[in-house]
């Protein structure tokens, strides 16, 4: 977004209010600058030069979750989480508790691998005291082997098609197992699957630290590598990486990576989850803000979970009530993503079911935590963990 666009999106907000009806932040503090309005119209007065770049204003627009729930409320049709990117952009310096994880991110996103082969080392000496001192939010284990690297090309003898995996960084550093249950139900379905070891980073987190210019580095990189992988689909169990690639870059660059799909879609499309069965299980679903409101997927989960035998599907209150996470969000403003996460644990446990599904490894991570912090017994799962365990279910 131009520096002309940037200002015509701000002088479209005719102070409505209608974007606050779904603003996480602001029903959970009911402030107005925690509000989408609120941040709109801070964002304007900075332009304008009536207020300055402070630390406190920082903190507004860096509190926003970019959840997109207010995106399809605007009637001026303001794309408010691309205009606080926007404003990040121009704020990211006074945003001083981000600082930290703004140079780590400036300078290690490039050397992912590296970085968490170093992190996984002193894990358990430092990350691990510092989480059971509520210090940190909770994060998995970090795996000692990289999805992207554990193996390039699956061939088949008669191959359907050819589909190509972009892992995302959780998957690829914290569920490597969500990746090998991908390939699993690619592979019983006659397709070749590539996992490409050229994938970097979407982005996202970089652009959610206001580091615009190394986001648009990465995604060019991205759009350059993939388009040398010859796939019919390339597919992503992480919602935010799917928005990232399809509705983020053109944005960015002007160019997309058009072949990537969302994992519910491909289920789907290809009717991949037909006359599947599972032991008697009652589920409930969780919707991943970016799956629902960033790609606009809400049937297709539900379909799929649904259509396989055994499943006693429950609908949870406010399913599509974010979870809390928002990557570092919930490092940055703890108290407040645990607000709003232990409503979404309220949600889930009044459904009685014993598993609640999801479609995004952040969610999960999220998830996982107030689990850990309530004692519930539920178990955690990954729409993909699901088919590929009936899959193995059904051809017993
Ligand atoms: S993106 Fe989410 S948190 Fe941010 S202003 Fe919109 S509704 Fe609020
Ligand atoms: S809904 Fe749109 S026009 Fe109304 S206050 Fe929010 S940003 Fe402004």
Redesign the pocket.
């Known amino acids: 977004m131009n520096e002309t666009t940037y200002n015509q999106e701000l002088l479209?907000?005719?102070?409505?209010?209608?974007?606050?009806a779904l603003c996480p932040t602001y029903l959970t503090t009911l402030n107005e600058t925690m509000g989408?309005?609120g941040r709109?119209a801070m964002l304007g007065e900075l332009e304008e030069t009536r207020f300055a770049p402070t630390k406190k204003l920082a903190e507004k627009i860096f509190s926003c979750m970019l959840c997109g729930a207010?995106k399809n409320?605007?009637?001026?049709g303001?794309n408010?989480p691309e205009v606080i990117y926007q404003g990040r952009a121009r704020l990211k310096n006074s945003f001083s508790r981000g600082r930290l994880v703004r140079t780590i991110l400036k300078h290690s996103v490039s050397r992912l691998d590296t970085v968490f082969s170093i992190l996984r080392g002193v894990q358990k000496y430092f990350y691990q005291p510092l989480y059971y001192s509520s210090l940190l939010p909770y994060i998995p284990e970090i795996t000692p082997e990289p999805f992207k690297n554990s193996f390039q090309v699956y061939k088949q003898f008669k191959k359907l098609s050819r589909i190509a995996i972009f892992a995302g960084c959780s998957v690829n550093y914290f569920y490597p197992e969500l990746g090998r249950a991908l390939s699993k139900i690619l592979l019983a379905k006659g397709f070749e699957v590539v996992v490409f070891k050229g994938e970097l980073c979407c982005g996202a987190p970089l652009r959610s630290a206001g580091l615009e210019d190394e986001a648009l580095s990465l995604a060019k990189k991205n759009i350059e590598h993939f388009s040398r992988v010859r796939a019919e689909a390339i597919i992503s169990m992480c919602p935010t990486c799917t928005m990232v690639l399809r509705e983020q870059y053109p944005h960015i660059t002007g160019d997309t990576i058009s072949t990537i799909m969302d994992i519910n879609e491909f289920l789907i499309k290809y009717n991949i989850t037909k006359d599947l069965e599972i032991k008697p299980t009652v589920i409930t679903f969780h919707d991943p803000c970016h799956l629902h409101y960033g790609l606009g997927i809400k049937d297709e989960p539900r379909q799929i979970l649904k259509g396989i035998k055994g499943v006693e599907f429950v609908e949870m209150q406010h399913s599509d009530e974010c979870c809390g996470f928002a990557g570092f969000f919930s490092l940055h403003f703890k108290d407040i993503s645990k607000n709003i996460g232990s409503k979404k644990i309220d949600n889930i446990a009044c459904t009685m079911a014993d598993t609640v599904v999801t479609s995004c490894p952040g969610c999960i991570m999220q998830l996982e935590g107030l689990k850990r912090e309530t004692n519930m017994k539920l178990n955690i799962k990954h729409i993909v963990e699901v088919v590929d365990e009936a899959m193995r279910a059904s051809v017993k």
């Not at 479209?12 to 606050?20: E, L, W």
């Not at 409320?73 to 001026?76: G, S």
């Open positions: 479209k907000c005719n102070r409505c209010g209608a974007c606050k989408a309005r709109i207010c409320l605007c009637p001026t303001i408010i």
